[in-house]
């Protein structure tokens, strides 16, 4: 398995890159084709599927970035990281914690859990 840090590192750069054709690529490289996104609000399947939900919530949430919380783990193909998503400049609105397995070096599946969510969110 890849770096634990490296991988985490790689999937939220995804989330941040507001440039499609770029975005496009990396999920391209990051995910594997058939790979699964799903958390309490929202599911995509493969790359389409990804870029979608990327799409969705960098509209919702224009300028926010997600950034690292704490020191990601992964044994195995099993990765487990913490993130928050806020205004670059300011104090993060949501956080939560993503578990991921890869396959081949590449996301597989990420089962993401909402750890803070504000009340209009």
């Known amino acids: 398995m890849t770096d634990a840090n490296t991988n985490a590192e790689r999937y939220l750069a995804i989330w941040?890159?507001?440039?499609?054709?770029?975005r496009k690529a990396m999920i391209a490289e990051t995910w594997a084709e058939?790979?699964?996104?799903?958390?309490?609000?929202?599911?995509?399947?493969?790359?389409?599927?990804?870029?979608?939900?990327v799409e969705g919530v960098q509209a919702r949430f224009p300028g926010f970035r997600f950034t690292l919380l704490g020191t990601p783990d992964g044994?195995?193909?099993?990765?487990?990281?913490?993130?928050?998503?806020?205004?670059?400049?300011?104090?993060?609105?949501?956080?939560?914690t993503d578990f991921a397995?890869?396959?081949?070096?590449?996301?597989?599946?990420?089962?993401?859990?909402?750890?803070q969510v504000p009340a209009a969110a």
């Open 101 to 115: 397995v890869l396959e081949n070096g590449r996301l597989k599946s990420v089962c993401g859990f909402l750890d």
């Open 34 to 53: 058939d790979g699964l996104y799903v958390d309490p609000l929202m599911r995509g399947e493969g790359h389409e599927g990804v870029d979608r939900l």
């Open 75 to 96: 044994y195995d193909d099993n990765l487990r990281f913490s993130w928050e998503l806020g205004p670059v400049d300011g104090e993060a609105l949501i956080k939560g």
């Open 16 to 22: 941040n890159e507001t440039d499609a054709v770029r």
